[in-house]
């Protein structure tokens, strides 16, 4: 008789334990149901979930492949012309923190049918996409880059031989964590801007019933249909990425085009990185036709917040909500970093716990927050664990499968160097592991900066009754549009300075150890 697979032994034992807990009520009296009964419920809900399940498929596809295909696009070109990254940096940044709760609305009265789900879906894809080519084909090998050059390949001949081959993995990489984003930038869309079929929007219509195992229920659809798109990645990645890895360690550093160009370029550079966010944003604006009572132009935040009669009152709810927002967000932050670094560092070591492990990252991570948070206030409460709670399940995730991925590409030849001369395997991982993961630690760093805040005003906008989450949530009730598009601004401003913080920190670093930096 064959044994029982490990992944599959583990996914069954947690299963038991959660048939457990679940019958016995053990967990905030009956908050959590036991698996079978979520599953019964789904059986006598079957006949609400076929048109919800396919407008929340529609929806998170097509945007899934619109996004992906801008962000592949828009991450060869920035990654072949530093300049352009520099200049749309703002923009890029500007587009991940967008706060989905904030502008769903907004889309949903400027947009037609199921667009504003699209847009949200392929603007919650985007930016993940877009930073895996870049780290992917700015971490290629430059030695085979100059072996094409030597027998006279040119500019694209170098990319697509070299570049586009190593950045794969790193590509598909990306790619994973992407399917869960679309799935719930498409459900936080039905959430926030009504319709009658979607998981969000029967989510939406199931929250004040009482009832967890619905609940659960609707979450573990979406939770199946998020971790399917993971899965179909995970073995594209499984299986090409020992014909991708390098041999070598790269150490070549490349030359910085902007960084070494004139101050004057610099400037203008910098000129135009701050002023694209808000041309787009105001070309939006113009190009809609928003009424103006809804919309708010660049100016119009200003004169909101600095200028009109209720100036003060807007700035004494900003600043406390400030107060109570970055705090958390930064302990979250760091937390969930943390926590994803060991987590990766250590796949090397016990790759068989970290494999029963992810069943549960991935749940945290697909399952939507408009559907976990009000389970977890019957576990944690309405306090800052809560918070915490929720920000680190956002940022963990992306975090540990990029720095995952880090630690796999490796090459085996640097890893089998110090063990040579007697390294143990933690002396290796000191040595060689950890200094070679630095570019992806960064990476996923940059990652995790917008969501770590979008998890607390998340948590914050359903739960605490605190901080920027609540301040929008309570804006959108008085229809005070002023307000909304302030805090959508100040959300995206503390992102862009977080981000710019980071690479800051990371140019630094990397130029020192000889690595590329991918900024």
Do not use: C
Not at 216 to 237: C, H, M, P, Q
Not at 254 to 283: C, D, H, Q, T, Y
């Amino acid at each position: 008789m064959s044994k029982v697979p490990k992944g599959l032994r583990n996914v069954v034992i947690l299963l038991l334990i959660w048939e457990f807990t679940g019958r016995l009520d053990l967990v905030a009296s009956g908050a959590l149901p036991g698996f079978s009964e979520i599953l019964t419920r789904l059986w006598e809900d079957r006949a609400d979930y076929p048109r919800h399940i396919w407008a929340t498929l529609y929806a998170s596809g097509l945007g899934f492949l619109i996004g992906n295909s801008i962000a592949l696009i828009a991450g060869v070109s920035f990654a072949m012309s530093p300049t352009l990254l520099r200049l749309f940096r703002g923009v890029n940044i500007a587009v991940f923190a967008l706060p989905p709760i904030a502008i769903a609305p907004i889309l949903v009265l400027t947009l037609s049918d199921m667009t504003p789900r699209i847009v949200l879906a392929a603007l919650a894809v985007y930016f993940v996409t877009m930073t895996a080519t870049v780290i992917g084909i700015s971490q290629s090998d430059g030695r085979a880059s100059d072996l094409v050059k030597a027998y006279g390949g040119g500019r694209w001949q170098v990319l697509w031989l070299v570049q586009l081959r190593s950045a794969l993995p790193t590509v598909i990489s990306g790619l994973k964590i992407a399917a869960p984003n679309a799935v719930l930038g498409a459900i936080l869309a039905e959430f926030g801007g009504g319709g009658r079929w979607g998981l969000g929007a029967y989510l939406l219509g199931s929250l004040g019933r009482g009832e967890p195992d619905r609940l659960w229920g609707i979450g573990l659809v979406a939770t199946a249909i998020a971790g399917l798109g993971y899965l179909f990645f995970a073995l594209i990645s499984r299986r090409l990425l020992g014909s991708t890895r390098a041999v070598t360690l790269n150490t070549a550093t490349p030359v910085g085009e902007v960084m070494n160009a004139p101050p004057l370029k610099r400037l203008i550079m910098l000129i135009g990185a701050i002023s694209l966010p808000f041309l787009f944003w105001w070309g939006f604006i113009m190009f809609t036709g928003v009424p103006a009572m809804v919309a708010k132009t660049p100016v119009g935040v200003v004169e909101y917040l600095f200028f009109d009669k209720t100036a003060p009152v807007a700035q004494a709810k900003l600043l406390q909500a400030l107060s109570e927002t970055l705090p958390i967000t930064f302990a979250g932050m760091a937390a969930g970093i943390g926590f994803a670094f060991l987590l990766a560092i250590s796949t090397r070591l016990f790759p068989n716990a970290i494999r029963a492990f992810m069943p549960v990252a991935l749940v945290t991570q697909t399952m939507p927050l408009v559907a976990l948070t009000p389970l977890l206030v019957l576990i944690f409460g309405r306090g800052t664990s809560l918070t915490l709670w929720v920000t680190i399940s956002v940022t963990f995730f992306p975090a540990f499968v990029t720095l995952a991925q880090g630690v796999a590409l490796v090459p085996r030849s640097a890893k089998d160097l110090p063990r040579a001369y007697g390294a143990s395997a933690w002396q290796e991982m000191r040595m060689v592991t950890i200094p070679a993961s630095l570019p992806y630690l960064f990476a996923s760093t940059r990652l995790t900066v917008p969501r770590a805040l979008l998890g607390v005003m998340i948590a914050e906008w359903l739960a605490t009754g605190r901080g920027l989450g609540n301040l929008l949530n309570q804006s959108r009730g008085y229809l005070d549009f002023g307000m909304i598009w302030t805090v959508a601004f100040v959300s995206v401003l503390l992102s862009v300075v977080l981000y710019q913080l980071v690479v800051v920190v990371e140019r630094r670093v990397l130029q020192h150890l000889g690595m590329h930096t991918a900024e």
